[in-house]
């Protein structure tokens, strides 16, 4: 299995630019998480999915993001305008059976 | 109260130690419990499930307490290897409810 697949791995942007960061999940897993990662404030929950469908968004930050689901294999976390406190790695993660996350790489965000 | 607080470290020991990380939680409807390792600049990944009391993996001892609301990693004879940031999950009401610590840095000396 290729596991969680993330991309960009790297994007560095300027303010107020489009950032869209892409994730496949595991095939078969029904829960889809989008995580921030900083140093002040560790790893945070954005977002999560069972099947498609958004079912807390209370940690996304601000209307400045939106995330989307359209199908089991492919989900987007979409950042615009961007701004420099979204500098961040961005981990998306699928969820088992058995209760274990699965991580990808994640996708380090630099806004300038 | 934060929903899962962790001491951030870092806890510097020499190898052959035993270390022991703690972490409450305040969610009381929690009822699956994690912890996650995460070595520096990649992604966490799972430690150990804690589902009852507690568990034992080799040199890694979970414990849990339901009452205080707290679980426990200990760490026994700890390897160069183990150094890494170790996060705790204790899962909420729901299946997605998974929140993380800001995690426990051990860094462990030759």
């Known amino acids: 299995d290729a596991g969680v697949i993330q991309s960009p791995r790297h994007e560095v942007t300027e303010m107020g630019q489009e950032v869209t960061l892409r994730c496949k999940p595991i095939?078969?897993?029904?829960?889809l998480f989008w995580y921030r990662q900083t140093m002040m404030r560790g790893l945070e929950l954005l977002i999560y999915?069972?099947?498609?469908?958004?079912?807390?968004d209370s940690g996304m930050p601000e209307d400045r993001f939106s995330a989307k689901m359209p199908n089991a294999s492919f989900s987007t976390l979409k950042i615009q305008p961007s701004e420099p406190r979204d500098s961040a790695v961005y981990f998306c993660a699928s969820l088992s059976l058995g209760g274990e996350l699965f991580f990808g790489e994640g996708s380090r965000l630099t806004v300038l | 109260r934060k929903e899962v607080e962790q001491d951030p470290g870092p806890f510097n020991v020499p190898e052959g130690a035993t270390v022991a990380f703690n972490c409450t939680y305040s969610n009381s409807a929690s009822q699956s419990f994690f912890w996650y390792r995460q070595d520096c600049r990649k992604e966490p990944k799972l430690l150990m499930s804690v589902y009852s009391s507690g568990n034992e993996d080799g040199r890694f001892t979970a414990q849990l307490n339901r009452a205080s609301q707290y679980i426990s990693l200990l760490i026994r004879d700890s390897k160069l290897s183990d150094s890494a940031t170790y996060l705790c999950v204790p899962q909420g009401g729901s299946q997605g409810n998974l929140i993380f610590g800001k995690g426990t840095k051990l860094s462990v000396k030759p």
């Open positions: 095939s078969g897993h029904d829960y």
């Open positions: 999915f069972n099947n498609n469908v958004p079912i807390d």
